[in-house]
């Protein structure tokens, strides 16, 4: 497709910094596993749409879906060695498989943007965490593809092994109980396995799995991504919006996130909510968001699904549909030009 994400990353950035400022901000980390270049950080198109200093360290990091919690504990690393600075966390990704494909209808494609400090606004990021890794090709892309290859069965497997590995990691390493969770939060490649997920916990902690309770546990992390669809990096954290904007005051408790990618790797770790973080909640603005997205038509899909850009050098202008501040106005000289809309 001729969309990009990293003007997508753009747009997530703006309001953050336009509330919370920009000054102290000295790294900025995109992670993604729909990189356009194989040298070049994608981070760096967004530094310069937002007329960042030069002062800035910028760099791009991958590992399938948990590049974006990799980014998160990298940027915890830096501020707890340096309080005074902020990181610009950005996890952005767009999910395309080949058409009329088992994975075509989980697709999707969206941005978050995480401002770390050490004052934060919506939640504290626990320093503990469970770390999990093994060499499986459940899901991948070659650099030779555009498209992901999917083995969905061995997808499962590996994300229920993982995710129990990682939880039980968490717990060895002196970790809340599970009683002490709040909420949890699941990467979710689709939303259904959200609740595999939870009940697989469930399983491993030696609790009774009732089914319509493990259903209400979930229900409100999976709003975005119902309507939004697979967005690899920024998953988990479209899981955490939508509980915030959603769930009552819990100002203290603690949430559980899962971040899982294929290949794979896959941590659990613990974030607590901030006093006074619903101040900083901006649903409103999340649903406007969504709600600015155009239906299209099915043959519209299709076509836009095989566009893609010439590889011969020229200059190929992009169209001019975003309703966000930037744009990709094209390829120019094998340049991609990002542009203020």
Same mark, same amino acid.
């Given at each position: 497709?001729?969309?990009?994400?990293?003007?997508?990353?753009?747009?997530?950035?703006?309001?953050?910094?336009?509330?919370?400022?920009?000054?102290?901000?000295?790294?900025?980390?995109?992670?993604?596993?729909?990189?356009?270049?194989?040298?070049?950080?994608?981070?760096?198109?967004?530094?310069?749409?937002?007329?960042?200093?030069?002062?800035?360290?910028?760099?791009?990091?991958?590992?399938?879906?948990?590049?974006?919690?990799?980014?998160?504990?990298?940027?915890?690393?830096?501020?707890?060695?340096?309080?005074?600075?902020?990181?610009?966390?950005?996890?952005?990704?767009?999910?395309?498989?080949?058409?009329?494909?088992?994975?075509?209808?989980?697709?999707?494609?969206?941005?978050?943007?995480?401002?770390?400090?050490?004052?934060?606004?919506?939640?504290?990021?626990?320093?503990?965490?469970?770390?999990?890794?093994?060499?499986?090709?459940?899901?991948?892309?070659?650099?030779?593809?555009?498209?992901?290859?999917?083995?969905?069965?061995?997808?499962?497997?590996?994300?229920?092994?993982?995710?129990?590995?990682?939880?039980?990691?968490?717990?060895?390493?002196?970790?809340?109980?599970?009683?002490?969770?709040?909420?949890?939060?699941?990467?979710?490649?689709?939303?259904?396995?959200?609740?595999? #997920?939870?009940?697989? =916990?469930?399983?491993?902690? @030696?609790?009774?799995?009732?089914?319509?309770? *493990? %259903? &209400?546990?979930? +229900?409100?992390?999976?709003?975005?991504?119902?309507?939004?669809?697979?967005?690899?990096?920024?998953?988990?954290?479209?899981?955490?919006?939508?509980?915030?904007?959603?769930?009552?005051?819990?100002?203290?408790? #603690?949430?559980?996130? =899962?971040?899982?990618?294929? @290949?794979?790797?896959?941590?659990?770790?613990? *974030? %607590? &909510?901030?006093? +006074?973080?619903?101040?900083?909640?901006?649903?409103?603005?999340?649903?406007?968001?969504?709600?600015?997205?155009?239906?299209?038509?099915?043959?519209?899909?299709?076509?836009?699904?095989?566009?893609?850009?010439?590889?011969?050098?020229?200059?190929?202008?992009?169209?001019?549909?975003?309703?966000?501040?930037?744009?990709?106005?094209?390829?120019? +000289?094998?340049?991609?030009?990002?542009?203020?809309?």
């Amino acid at each position: 497709m001729r969309g990009s994400h990293r003007d997508a990353g753009g747009r997530r950035c703006r309001p953050l910094l336009a509330r919370h400022g920009a000054d102290r901000i000295r790294t900025v980390v995109f992670a993604t596993e729909s990189s356009v270049d194989q040298a070049k950080a994608a981070g760096i198109h967004v530094h310069s749409l937002l007329s960042k200093p030069s002062a800035t360290r910028v760099v791009e990091l991958k590992q399938a879906c948990y590049g974006g919690t990799a980014a998160l504990q990298f940027a915890v690393g830096l501020v707890h060695r340096d309080p005074s600075q902020q990181v610009l966390v950005i996890a952005s990704d767009v999910s395309k498989y080949e058409l009329d494909q088992p994975g075509e209808a989980t697709q999707g494609a969206a941005a978050v943007a995480m401002l770390i400090s050490a004052d934060p606004a919506l939640v504290r990021i626990e320093d503990t965490s469970g770390v999990f890794t093994a060499d499986s090709m459940d899901f991948w892309r070659p650099n030779y593809l555009t498209t992901a290859l999917v083995d969905g069965k061995e997808s499962v497997s590996a994300y229920l092994q993982a995710m129990d590995g990682a939880w039980k990691d968490y717990t060895e390493q002196g970790g809340r109980a599970f009683e002490e969770f709040a909420a949890f939060c699941y990467h979710q490649p689709f939303t259904k396995m959200a609740h595999k #997920a939870h009940r697989a =916990l469930l399983e491993s902690c @030696g609790r009774e799995v009732d089914e319509a309770e *493990a %259903v &209400r546990a979930i +229900g409100r992390r999976t709003a975005c991504n119902e309507e939004i669809g697979n967005s690899y990096t920024a998953s988990v954290y479209l899981a955490l919006a939508a509980l915030l904007d959603t769930s009552d005051d819990l100002t203290g408790r #603690a949430i559980g996130l =899962l971040s899982y990618g294929s @290949g794979s790797v896959a941590e659990f770790f613990a *974030a %607590v &909510r901030v006093p +006074g973080y619903r101040s900083q909640l901006r649903s409103g603005q999340h649903r406007e968001a969504i709600s600015r997205r155009r239906e299209i038509g099915y043959p519209d899909y299709r076509e836009r699904h095989e566009q893609a850009f010439p590889v011969d050098g020229g200059d190929h202008p992009a169209p001019k549909e975003t309703t966000g501040p930037y744009r990709l106005a094209g390829l120019f +000289g094998h340049k991609r030009v990002y542009e203020p809309r």
